[in-house]
């Protein structure tokens, strides 16, 4: 379980995050949505330390830490749990793909490299690139590119995967395949946090759609209580422009 209470979160007088509580059920899929600058991915980056906010807790697990206070300790420790997919791939250019899945395996984990090899290449299987293993990124496109991303992290076997907009620097023919990766790791049962701007996949993948705007909570619920049967009306007016087929 990931219970999160009071973030809040400010880049000088600028508050982004706003007392945001929040609680992820182990295997749950939590889809977060809404307007760019609603403090989405900072929420996703306070998540596992990229983003240090100023108030408030986090429980992974049996791991909690204070934002404010927490020690570098308790920040690996909430990190060894985690795992995030970032929106530019963030690869190694100097690595091939495989090199860049085992890496944290080998240098963070300390497993031997020989093992890290088998996972590594089984992962790559996994999301589709198998015979791309020894491609470096320049000669992947930027889907393949994503999916390596993936693997990296499943690579971990984090107690929860953060993906933050996995799709939003890919050419919309490549779209599909990296929605198609994500959905068959949710599948599998493992714990997801995504901010998406894809609201077809919001609507498939998730146990439950966050609404945030202005650094808050404004609506959560299943997919079709705040798709299909919106309450807030800022919700509303959001996914007025969006058609979701079901």
Excluded: W
């Excluded at 919106?230 to 422009?241: D, G, P, Q, S, V």
């Amino acid at each position: 379980m990931i219970k999160i209470e009071n973030i809040h979160k400010r880049f000088g007088q600028n508050e982004i995050l706003k007392g945001v509580d929040l609680t992820i059920e182990k295997g749950e899929v939590v889809v977060i949505i809404g307007p760019s600058g609603s403090g989405k991915t900072t929420f996703l980056r306070c998540l596992n330390f990229l983003e240090r906010a100023e108030e408030g807790s986090l429980q992974i697990g049996d791991t909690t830490a204070d934002f404010k206070q927490a020690t570098k300790k308790q920040i690996l420790a909430i990190r060894k749990k985690t795992a995030m997919v970032f929106q530019q791939y963030a690869l190694f250019f100097n690595r091939t793909a495989l090199e860049n899945v085992i890496e944290g395996l080998v240098i963070a984990r300390s497993v031997p490299k020989k093992e890290a090899t088998e996972k590594g290449k089984a992962l790559l299987a996994k999301v589709g690139l198998a015979g791309k293993e020894n491609h470096y990124p320049h000669e992947l496109s930027g889907g393949q590119q994503q999916r390596v991303g993936i693997a990296r992290a499943l690579a971990l076997n984090p107690e929860v995967i953060l993906f933050d907009e996995p799709t939003s620097a890919l050419d919309p023919e490549l779209v599909g395949e990296t929605l198609d990766v994500i959905k068959q790791v949710a599948n599998e049962g493992s714990t997801l946090v995504i901010v998406t701007h894809e609201m077809q996949f919001a609507y498939e993948v998730a146990d439950r759609v966050i609404f945030m705007e202005n650094g808050v909570i404004v609506e959560e619920g299943t997919p079709q209580e705040v798709f299909d049967y919106t309450k807030e009306e800022r919700t509303k007016n959001f996914l007025a422009r969006t058609a979701v087929y079901h």
